[in-house]
Nanobody, 121 residues
Framework: QVQLVESGGGLVQAGGSLRLSCAAS????????MGWYRQAPGIQRELVAR???????NYAESVKGRFTISRDNAKNTVYLQMNSLKPEDTAVYYC???????????????WGQGTQVTVSS
């Protein structure tokens, strides 16, 4: 089994910063892409940013220039540095690792439990 454990959410004022971390653990053989999604009440879960093992990155238009995704491949950990936060960034943020190959050799999508980010105006 593989687990994704997130940390770093919280309450911050508009214009502030937060850093999220997500560590993958378990019987992992291969993780390519790791990323962050978010879901606000009544809104569909949306991609925030994702990064491949080789360093290719995609950002949602709404966070470009404010958020930075990075990863430590040796630690199977992905980070999301969030600067210039806005109230509309308020959501539960979920770590995602699609098609992870573990010792059972079956590519499986994994999600973290979610961490709340609240930005006050």
């Amino acid at each position: 089994q593989v687990q994704l454990v997130e940390s770093g959410g919280g309450l911050v004022q508009a214009g502030g910063s937060l850093r999220l971390s997500c560590a993958a653990s378990g019987s992992i053989l291969s993780i390519n892409t790791m990323g962050w999604y978010r879901q606000a009440p009544g809104i569909q879960r949306e991609l925030v940013a994702r990064i491949t093992r080789g360093g290719s990155i995609n950002y949602a238009e709404s966070v470009k220039g404010r958020f930075t995704i990075s990863r430590d491949n040796a630690k199977n950990t992905v980070y999301l540095q969030m600067n210039s936060l806005k109230p509309e960034d308020t959501a539960v943020y979920y770590c995602n690792a699609p098609r992870v190959v573990s010792t059972d050799l079956r590519p499986t999508d994994y999600w973290g439990q979610g961490t709340q980010v609240t930005v006050s105006s």
